[in-house]
C-alpha cells in the first residue's frame, strides 16, 4: 500500500535531513518532514497531468481557488485526506486530497469558505472521504455563518466505489438544502458536472458557468442517442450557452475564468454572509442620494406602445450605474438585479420592454419568483420597476402551466418579508399589476409616474368589449371606437386614478425617482415581521 510519507520529496527539499530508523525523530524533524509532505500535496499528482489540465484551456483546483479569493488568504483542511477504499485497484492509489481541495479564506476581507474538484486525481469523480470532505466544509459554512462557493470539475459518482458513493452525493444535497436560506451558496462548473452531481449546484443560488468549460447535464450524449437517436455535443447538450439561454439552470456565463472569477467576487460584495446579517452598506458612497434624473423623462416615451430598454432606467437609478444582472440570457422580458442605492443592496425585478413588451410568460414568472424568494432568504430589499402589458396570450403559454408558473411569483411577493417599494414605470395591466408587486399583494410602498396607466386592459381592448354592440351599430365605427377608447382612457386610467383610490402611495416627478427610493428604502431598513405558525406554505409547483 503507497505510504504518502514515501512519496518523492520535491527538488526544492532535497536538502531535509535524513531520519534515523533506529532514533526517535525530534520535532524538527517532523516539521521539516510536514513541509516535505504538505509541499508534494500541494505540487499535484504529477507535472503531466497539470499539462494536461491546462491543454484543456481549464485552470487547477489550487489556481482557481487563487482567483477566487484574497492574496495569501487560503487556509486548506483535509489536506492529507484520503479514501479507504478497497478493490478495482483503488487498493494501490490513495493520493492525498482525494481530489477536492477544502477550507476557507476571504473576499474583500470578509471570510468564505470553498471546496474545489481537482480533475487531475480520479477525474474529480466523487468517492466517500471526497464527499465527506465536502459535507465537513459545507457544515463549517453553516456553523460559521459564512457564504461557501463550490468549483466543480469532476467526472461523477466514483464508480469503484458503487453505492457508497452515490450515498455521498445524499448527505451533499441534504447539506445544500439545509444551508438554503442561512448562508448564500455560488456554484461554478469548470469543467463536467453530470448525473447526480447537476443536483448539488442545481440546489445553490447561483451557478456560473464558463463558455466552452462548463458541461453540465444528468444524462450524457451518448445515452441521449442510445434512447432517443438524437446526436449531439457535451456543449450543445449541457454548455454554458443552452444552460444561460435555454434552461435557466446557469445564472451567468463567462468567456473565460478569470472573468468568471471575478464576477463571483463582485457578488459576494454584494451579499450578506448570513441571513441574520444587512448586506454590506457601501459607507464611501459618492453618489448623492438626491441626485435628480432627469434623462429619464427622455428615456421612457409617453406612448405605452413605444419600447424602451428599462437597464437605462436602471443604470440612472442605483449607485454610480454598478450592478449585476442575474439571468441576463434567460427570459429577457423581465430583468433581475442586484446593485446598490443609497449604499443599501437592493434586488431589482424590471419589465424590458425592448422583449415582448415587457410581458410576462413562463420563463419570464420563474425567473423572478426564484430571484424574489433569494432576496427574500437572505434579506435583501426589492424594488420593482413595473411598465407590464399582461401575461402572454397563446396556446403553448396556457398548456405550459402560464397559471401555475405565474402563481410562483405571486405566492414569492406575497411570501416575501423584506422591504419592498414598487415603481409604475408607465403602464400596469390586469393580472399582471398585482403580480408585479401591487400595494394588493402587501408592497409597503407604490410610488408611479405621471404618464402610469393601471387599468384591467389596455383601453384598445377595454373599449372593445364594452362598446362592442355600439361599435358595431355605429354609422362610423372607427370614429366611435375612437372616442370610447378616449373616454376609457380620460375615466379610468389617468395617472391619479389609482392614487385615489389608495393603491399608490404618491405620483412622482421621474426626475426624483432616486430619492424617493432612497428614502423609503432607508424608512423601511428596520421593517420586521411576524411569521405564523406553521411548517412552510405549498409552493405552486
Known sequence: MTDLRSAPAPTTDANLPDLQADSMPTLVERTAELARLRATVLAGPDQR???????????????????????????????????????????????????????????????????????????????????????????????????????????????????????????????????????????????????????????????????????????????????????????????????????????????????????????????????????????????????????????????????????????????????????????????????RIGGEVVGVVANQPLVLAGALDIAAAEKAARFVTMCDSLGISLVTLVDVPGFMPGVDQEHGGIIRHGAKLLYAYCNATVPRVQVIVRKAYGGAYIVMDSRSIGCDLSFAWPTNEVAVMGAEGAASIIFRREIAQADDPDQVREDRINLYRDELMHPYYAAERGLVDDIIDPADTRAVLCDALSTLATKRVTLSERRHGNQPA
Open 49 to 339: 497531468a497539470t499539462e494536461r489540465q491546462h491543454a484543456r484551456n481549464k485552470l487547477t483546483a489550487r489556481e482557481r481557488i487563487d482567483l477566487l479569493l484574497d492574496q495569501g488568504s487560503f487556509r486548506e483542511i483535509e489536506t492529507f485526506r484520503r479514501h479507504r477504499a478497497t478493490g478495482f485497484g483503488l487498493e494501490n492509489r490513495r493520493p492525498a486530497t482525494d481530489g477536492v481541495i477544502t477550507g476557507w479564506g476571504t473576499v474583500y476581507g470578509r471570510k468564505v469558505f470553498v471546496y474545489a474538484h481537482d480533475f487531475r486525481i480520479f477525474g474529480g469523480a466523487l468517492g466517500e472521504a471526497h464527499a465527506q470532505k465536502i459535507c465537513k466544509v459545507l457544515d463549517l459554512a453553516v456553523a460559521a455563518r459564512c457564504p461557501i462557493v463550490g468549483i466543480n470539475d469532476g467526472a461523477g459518482a466514483r464508480i469503484q466505489e458503487g453505492v457508497t458513493a452515490l450515498a455521498g452525493y445524499g448527505e451533499i444535497f441534504r447539506r445544500h438544502v439545509a444551508a438554503s436560506g442561512v448562508i448564500p451558496q455560488i456554484s461554478v462548473i469548470a469543467g463536467p458536472c453530470a448525473g447526480g452531481a447537476a443536483y448539488s449546484p442545481a440546489l445553490t443560488d447561483f451557478v456560473f458557468t464558463i463558455q466552452n468549460t462548463s458541461q453540465m447535464f444528468v444524462t450524457g450524449p451518448d445515452v441521449v442517442a442510445a434512447v432517443t437517436g438524437e446526436e449531439v455535443t457535451m456543449n450543445d447538450l449541457g454548455g454554458a450557452v443552452p444552460h444561460s439561454q435555454k434552461s435557466g439552470v446557469a445564472h451567468f456565463a463567462h468567456p473565460d475564468e478569470p472573468e468568471c472569477f471575478a464576477d463571483v467576487r463582485y457578488l459576494l460584495s454584494l451579499l450578506p454572509r448570513h441571513n441574520q446579517e444587512r448586506p454590506p452598506i457601501d459607507e464611501g458612497l459618492d453618489d448623492p442620494v438626491d441626485r435628480r434624473l432627469p434623462e429619464l423623462t427622455a428615456i421612457v416615451p409617453a406612448d405605452p406602445a413605444t419600447p424602451y430598454d428599462m437597464r437605462e432606467v436602471i443604470d440612472a437609478v442605483v449607485d454610480d450605474q454598478q450592478w449585476i444582472e442575474i439571468h441576463e440570457n434567460w427570459a429577457k422580458n423581465i430583468l433581475c438585479a442586484l446593485g
